[in-house]
């Protein structure tokens, strides 16, 4: 989701690995062991948990969590939780990375150490504060001065213990100082108006003629106002802490009035000392990414250049296989470029040229496509993005089985337990191995069309380099379906989203050897024993040395190698889209029954109630496929409602003032709508993207919708009485490429980056062109790690490239120049001691420009 800044478009993001902890203090206790889980929060709100590793001090999570950020935050935390099945889960240690701070982690593992979890450091939100100095003249004639200060209101306040009834407590600070003055509570709110005004008296001398605020008795710069929130608790612990800030008076200047937004602070040496090394770490790998996307006319210069890239002879010259010669990593290169060329639908004939380049450049049958190339990175990332339903379809069920049942397949003699038997072991595996290699070689009809069209330019590419090879065809396919489609996710189920979490240390051997057996079965290698370097699988392996099996990949193959035959829309089995367990809440409008979602839990208001209210919810779990929407009393029990996808006519978010509830959103029937609220912000905008791309096509899906809801008898938003009135605002407008989600001007965005980041190389690159045109003799070393086939033809490219990098680096310039000319500092977008704002007044001075 982008927010919108004057004609451009900003997107955030964050992909994440999560480690390891190590050294988590032990429990107080004769156990000591722990069963720690840890969170991620934007802020303090939970946007992704792991699977709880139970009785370890040094856990290890390897889980991986991506999302787009769909609004502003100051920190990215993650949290360590200790189980307790008695009472609430304790918070052991946290880590906390400043937004702007984000960048010196970018891409790298690092270990963090975990700091003190506390009530006066869980602070987030903003308050908006007016001051203003007045003169007042006693009877006597001496001039007093008043100090009004209004506290309007606050936004983005922290939830404690599920609640929020926030009020402000209003003091000066200064030599013999102690006035304390409070707002009302304002009940159920982290958004509370107040609008209250505190007068603060301050003396001055008879002489005193100045109305500069810099006189004898009280020195300016000694005043301060202190404006503190708390959070009004009925608990006998008191009240709880959630921010404050310092308003030197000195700001009031000559005017002597000051108005302005300020983020909450945390309170000073309010938390208790804890030495940090006895809390342990926690290895983190953060990936944070933030595109500033301009209107589309912008990119077209350089996107023509990369759509064109296909047409380019040799293709080595083009703009696409350049991006990926100077980039350090391939696949930071391909992520983009397929996305952009998928959306465009360029997809077939870029892969189609840059393969056969490959091919004709190696010399070994057996090593064809065997390295990171750009070739396999690109066809990588295509088939994640256009094979992860058909993924879903043929391996999720029998991974959840194998995930649920635990059944033991050791079949290493030394790793065997006391308890388990070698030869059951081995049946198990067999048969796990057979259902699964089952369902991948009859699964052809449904490989999507897109990766049909892909391995027939591979086998086409391939046989003709080498004609005296039978097996190439069939290798060369294999090689990318089976080595790097398949197998890791057998192997790793929760990273194709198989799965919620990475699988516990049986199951994921299991997996291992799974995995293991079908990459060798799909290799087609002619001596498959001696592709395993341990004993026990080559004998293991002797199940599966039939012919039935060779001839059931070759059959496979062929199937899915056949270009434009098949279609995934021709699959009628039900897909589950989206499963897992969310807190949601639902209301109907007119008390009749409704229907369902994915695989969550959701709360459902109850039949027959006039008024909405938090007790006429119940909690319920969801399930959504590509059929129907259905909820159920719990999971695994029959489905109490169902609603088919084509009944979807609507999906938008509600506005937050119609039941002073964040993250809600809207599922619009024909004749009610379901309200829906999610546990957060990522998990809101996960449902409605999903909901809206399943229903899309619908014939009757609406244009207009209403964003608040229907109460007390009239619309909240438009405040029209009719329950059945057409929708007062345009339903959110669908991508072009709905299927993948891709946005081809944020794809170009990122291309531009990767050239503007690699500046350098790009110039290196035309001095190698160069070397090459006019010297004949050895290549110079520092030009070797070029792919360079056409000199004269690739510095052409290279200069197009250049002068389309450039012009858009300008426009960044001007953007950042001109924003900086109309920001506030105090207003309400960049409150003051938003520490990432400044970062941003001190960088933007700094442009980076390139001489070629």
């Known amino acids: 989701m982008a927010v919108e800044e004057e004609g451009l478009r900003v997107f955030q993001s964050v992909k994440i690995k999560i480690g390891e902890a190590k050294n988590i203090p032990p429990y107080p206790g004769p156990n000591r062991m722990r069963d720690c889980y840890c969170t991620v929060n934007l802020d303090q709100e939970e946007v992704f948990r792991t699977k709880i590793i139970e009785k370890s001090l040094c856990p290890f999570y390897g889980e991986d969590f991506y999302c787009e950020i769909p609004r502003s935050f100051r920190h990215l935390s993650f949290y360590i939780f200790d189980r307790d099945v008695f009472r609430r889960d304790s918070s052991i240690g946290k880590v906390a990375v400043k937004k702007e701070d984000l960048q010196k982690y970018h891409g790298k593992d690092t270990w963090f150490q975990l700091q003190p979890v506390s009530a006066d450091s869980e602070v987030q939100g ?78 001055r001398p008879l002489s005193y003629t100045k109305r500069q605020f810099d006189v004898e008795e009280e020195d300016v710069d000694k005043l301060a106002l202190r404006v503190d929130l708390w959070n009004a608790s009925n608990l006998k612990f008191g009240d709880e802490f959630l921010g404050g800030v310092r308003v030197p008076l000195r700001v009031l200047g000559q005017a002597g009035v000051h108005d302005a937004w300020y983020f909450l602070q945390p309170r000073e040496n309010g938390g208790k000392s804890v030495k940090v090394e006895e809390l342990g770490s926690l290895r983190l790998n953060i990936v944070y990414t933030e595109d500033h996307v301009f209107p589309s006319e912008h990119y077209t210069p350089l996107r ?177 379906i089976f080595l790097r489609f398949f197998a890791p996710a057998i192997l790793s189920p929760n990273l194709f989203h198989l799965r919620p979490h990475h699988p516990d240390p049986a199951t994921s051997r299991t997996l291992t050897l799974i995995s293991k057996t079908i990459q060798t079965l799909g290799s087609l290698a002619k001596s498959k024993s001696a592709n395993f370097k341990e004993s026990y699988m080559a004998a293991f ?252 033809e690739t510095y052409k490219t290279l200069k197009l490239i250049v002068s389309a990098v450039q012009t858009l680096e300008h426009q960044h310039t001007k953007y950042k120049r001109d924003k900086f000319k109309k920001t506030k500092i105090g207003s309400q977008e960049h409150p003051i001691g938003d520490k990432s704002f400044q970062c941003y007044v001190r960088q933007q001075s700094e442009s980076s420009t390139y001489s070629i």
């Not at 098949?566 to 039900?574: A, F, V």
């Open 541 to 792: 392996y002797d199940y599966f040395n039939e012919q039935k099996y060779a001839d059931a990949v070759k059959n496979f193959l062929d199937l899915i190698s056949t270009s434009g035959k098949w279609d995934q829309k021709s699959i009628e089995t039900p897909i589950m889209l989206k499963e897992g367990s969310v807190k949601l809440t639902i209301k109907r409008v007119d008390g009749k029954g409704s229907k369902g979602t994915k695989g969550r839990f959701m709360i459902k208001r109850a039949q027959g109630r006039n008024r909405f209210g938090m007790k006429n919810f119940k909690k319920r779990w969801f399930r959504l496929t590509n059929h129907e929407f259905t909820y159920h009393k719990t999971k695994g029990e029959g489905a109490l409602c169902s609603i088919p996808i084509e009944n979807i006519l609507a999906v938008e978010r509600l506005e937050e003032e119609s039941f002073k509830m964040k993250n809600m959103f809207q599922v619009i029937q024909p004749e009610r709508a379901l309200y829906i609220q999610a546990n957060n912000c990522v998990e809101a905008r996960d449902w409605i993207d999903i909901l809206t791309k399943v229903s899309q096509c619908n014939r009757k899906r609406l244009s207009t919708y209403h964003p608040s809801a229907y109460l007390n008898g009239h619309w909240l938003c438009c405040k029209l009485s009719a329950d059945a009135a057409p929708g007062c605002t345009p339903c959110t407008g669908l991508p072009a490429n709905i299927q993948l989600d891709v946005d081809g001007d944020r794809e170009t965005e990122r291309i531009y980056s990767l050239f503007s980041t690699y500046m350098t190389k790009l110039i290196k690159m035309q001095e190698a062109c160069g070397s090459k045109s006019v010297y004949d003799g050895p290549e110079q070393e520092e030009y070797s790690s070029f792919v360079i086939d056409d000199p004269q």
């Open 126 to 203: 903003k308050v908006h504060l007016e001051l203003r100095l007045s003169e007042v003249i006693t009877d006597s004639g001496a001039i007093n001065h008043k100090l009004a200060t209004r506290v309007l209101e606050c936004q983005g306040l922290p939830i404690v213990n599920g609640q929020c009834d926030p009020y402000a407590a209003v003091s000066l600070l200064g030599p013999s100082r102690s006035e304390a003055k409070k707002t009302k509570v304002k009940r159920k709110t982290n958004n509370p108006q107040f609008e209250e005004v505190f007068y603060f008296e301050v003396t």
């Open 304 to 480: 023509d250049l990369l759509l064109h890239s296909a047409n380019v002879e040799p293709v080595s010259a083009s703009t696409a296989h350049t991006l990926g010669e100077v980039c350090r990593e391939k696949q930071e290169a391909a992520i983009p470029l397929v996305r952009l060329f998928l959306h465009y639908g360029k997809i077939v004939p870029f892969i189609s040229a840059i393969a056969h380049a490959e091919v004709n450049r190696t010399q070994d049958p057996n090593t064809i496509f065997r390295g990171n190339s750009l070739t396999s990175k690109c066809i990588d990332e295509t088939m994640k993005l256009a094979g992860m339903h058909y993924l879903q379809v043929t391996l999720k069920p029998i991974i959840d089985e194998i995930c649920t049942e635990h059944k033991s397949c050791e079949i290493d003699p030394v790793k065997l337990k006391e308890s388990e038997n070698l030869d059951t072991n081995r049946e198990n595996l067999r048969q796990y191995v057979d259902r699964i290699f089952n369902v991948i070689t009859t699964s052809g009809v449904r490989c999507p069309t897109v990766m049909c069209d892909i391995f027939f330019s591979l086998r086409e590419s391939a046989a003709t380099r080498f004609q005296v090879d039978q097996d190439v065809r069939y290798t060369a396919v294999s090689s990318f």
